[in-house]
């Protein structure tokens, strides 16, 4: 709904105070109490509310958002019992509520935000908001202010809405003014609006910018630079055509829903053909106990990606006889990614296409829909850090080491917060595709808007090799490198891919205050002897062909040597896709992990996301794994080390965390 040009409380209307005491909610829940925001401090207010909390896992297994809503901050538990109950805030009667610092932490999660608006929340009051969960509240017509703001409403008074639109923007204060991104669209589709046109002169752009500044859609209407083409810099809010993108059975259903409702059950999507549908998710959830009771829910999600596909004529990569045909991210730069593309996708690692040299970040489903319907979005041009990499790997090194590094290096400060990862240099090319796939995915550990791989003769070559037939020359055309003299708001830094040694992210212990964080870096040289239970190798991170080359050169020469898996350690090994599969079976990989005991997945997600085999059972359980996130909770109660395809292989056969040395096991039998 658009908001009126001055905001006011609703008579009869009511505001929630998210209070560090639990009693304060249960009461106002209740309906006992109504708060005022003078005789509270910030203080006072719960902080890090993260998505988690206001919709969990299982909520998001149902795709309407009505129903989202009832079960809203289902994640607020106290003293083991959850504190809001069914149906609590939608039947509180509130329009505001209200939180301290940082709302919104954690995922992309739509949801949490959809669990307010259903709940008839109009207005969210916060110090401060988590960039993507701000994002999701914009485009679902949320509106967000701050306490100071609160106390005037309460106090009788008006705000304009150019207030709460102050600090965004020009296009997302176009979309706030029309009450979320379904209404702005319509409204651009309508003419009535007129976009913000970009006339930014000349510049030596990243790698980034070019990308964007190809796409962009209102170019036509610019002031004419002296080349006459289109310039961008960050902060530049610019309207883009976007090439392509990709939604699984855990999103697509709500995408469906949402063009259903905005546009009809007719509805259309622009450019079918660039645009994918995967099983890949929850393929494999009925393995895992605890996800049994939400099979009915997950069937349907199935079923309602399966109508979308058939509806819109998208690409499908459904799963065949139950057996995925791959992880979406991996599929995706194998068969539909090209170079210079603008990409987006309804997962947090799409950032995963940028090792083909295009632009790929996740959206929220709202903006998805939004998208896929109209064939445009908006975009505030980001800015970028560059890494310039030289020199090569040591043997016992891969690039999830680099990354393990660049998290601890860089993410933990923040340097790559919301910027786009740039990675060139001689190291760079020295590293297969696959490598180079790994670093870009791991970008959104990064907090970073996403990464982008500068492209060479590998990557063309690589390409045509997935899709025989390919224009390579066209490929090459499109390929997009830094200008001399870009701007680095992050700076440029080099990294000698010769200095990284084999890294783990421990998993920190929450219960006394250390997150379970990617950006928990450590070298596997100074971790104390820490036994392991399961070792899992896959992931969109670790799934690739090059991943199982580095499995099979562990288990081979552990095999070699006469060991099996370590007694009591569970090894499970899952093909990132289908092309990963047939690879490992035309050349003999299949035989070494048989014979080393390990257990081998069909293809997909799994243990990564909690969904399938390989997750831990119980909180004393220690996992090593090559996956790309380590939260507390995400792969089972256990605690979970992150490392490298090498570390997490030879951790399997010693059963302890272990980095890779060449021979290691062939030692071990001579001195037996
Ligand atoms: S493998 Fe894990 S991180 Fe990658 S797409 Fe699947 S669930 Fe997400």
């Avoid at 809203?72 to 809001?84: E, M, N, P, Q, T």
């Avoid at 212990?509 to 392991?532: L, R, W, Y």
């Amino acid at each position: 709904m658009k908001p009126e040009p001055i905001i006011h409380l609703t008579p009869g209307k009511r505001v929630l105070f998210l209070t560090k005491d639990p009693e304060l909610i249960r009461r106002q829940l209740r309906g006992e109490i109504d708060l005022q925001m003078r005789d509270l401090t910030i203080d006072d207010l719960l902080d890090d509310i993260n998505t988690d909390a206001m919709t969990p896992a299982w909520v998001c297994f149902s795709h309407k958002p009505e129903d989202i809503a009832r079960d809203a901050y289902a994640g607020l538990i106290v003293d083991g019992k959850r504190l809001f109950e069914h149906d609590a805030l939608i039947n509180g009667n509130f329009e505001v509520i209200v939180s301290g610092y940082r709302k919104g932490v954690g995922s992309s999660r739509e949801t949490a935000t959809q669990c307010e608006v259903w709940s008839g929340i109009r207005i969210a009051v916060a110090a401060s908001f988590a960039p993507i969960h701000a994002g999701n509240n914009i485009n679902q017509g949320l509106l967000m202010a701050d306490h100071a703001m609160l106390e005037r409403l309460q106090a009788g008074e008006g705000i304009a809405i150019e207030e709460l639109c102050k600090g965004r923007d020009a296009i997302t204060q176009l979309v706030i003014q029309e009450g979320g991104l379904f209404p702005f669209a319509k409204a651009v589709a309508r003419g009535e609006i007129d976009l913000p046109v970009p006339n930014t002169p000349k510049r030596p752009m990243t790698m980034g910018e070019k990308i964007l500044a190809r796409h962009v859609l209102s170019a036509g209407n610019r002031q004419p630079t002296t080349d006459n083409q289109v310039y961008v810099k960050p902060g530049d809010a610019v309207v883009v055509e976007v090439d392509g993108g990709y939604t699984h059975e855990f999103t697509t259903a709500q995408v469906h829903y949402f063009l259903e409702q905005e546009y009809g059950p007719e509805y259309t999507i622009k450019n079918p053909q660039k645009f994918a549908v995967f099983e890949d998710h929850l393929i494999y959830a009925d393995d895992v106990a605890r996800m049994r009771p939400f099979m009915p829910k997950i069937q349907t999600l199935r079923d309602l990606q399966r109508a979308f596909q058939q509806h819109t004529g998208c690409r499908d990569f459904s799963a065949v006889d139950n057996i995925s045909p791959g992880i979406c991210h991996e599929v995706a730069r194998e068969y539909i990614i090209d170079p210079g593309d603008f990409i987006q996708a309804t997962d947090s690692h799409t950032c995963m296409g940028g090792v083909n040299n295009a632009l790929a970040w996740g959206v929220g489903a709202t903006e998805y829909a939004n998208l896929v319907h109209s064939g445009f979005t908006q975009v505030e041009v980001s800015e970028s850090i560059r890494f310039e990499l030289t020199g090569t790997l040591r043997q016992n090194v891969t690039a999830k080491d680099v990354m393990l590094f660049i998290l601890l290096r860089y993410a933990k400060p923040q340097r790559t917060l919301d910027r786009i990862m740039e990675l060139t240099g001689p190291g760079l090319r020295s590293l297969s595709m696959d490598e180079r796939a790994t670093l870009a995915n791991m970008a959104t550990e990064c907090s970073a808007r996403t990464a982008i791989i500068e492209a060479d003769e590998k990557t063309f070559a690589w390409i045509a090799a997935m899709r025989p037939g390919v224009d390579v020359d066209a490929l090459r055309a499109r390929a997009v490198s830094p200008d001399p003299g870009a701007e680095y708001a992050g700076g440029v830094h080099t990294i000698d891919l010769s200095s990284i040694q084999p890294m783990v992210a421990h998993p920190g212990d929450p219960d006394h205050g250390i997150p379970s964080d990617p950006t928990n870096g450590a070298f596997v040289a100074d971790v104390e002897d820490t036994k392991i239970d399961i070792a899992y190798a896959g992931s969109c991170t670790a799934g690739k062909i090059d991943d199982f080359l580095f499995y099979h050169q562990v288990a081979k020469e552990a095999v070699d040597a006469g060991l099996k898996v370590a007694e009591g350690v569970k090894f499970y090994i899952q093909f990132g896709s289908q092309a990963v599969e047939t690879f490992a079976r035309e050349n003999g990989l299949l035989d070494t992990f048989e014979r080393a005991g390990a257990v081998v997945l069909n293809p997909g997600c799994g243990a990564c996301i909690g969904c399938g085999p390989g997750v831990s059972e119980d909180s004393e359980q220690v996992t090593i794994s090559a996956i790309n996130r380590n939260y507390k909770g995400r792969s089972g109660p256990g605690k979970l080390w992150l490392a490298s395809p090498l570390t997490v292989a030879a951790s399997a056969f010693t059963g302890h965390v272990t980095a890779y040395t060449p021979g290691m096991f062939a030692k071990e039998l001579v001195g037996a």
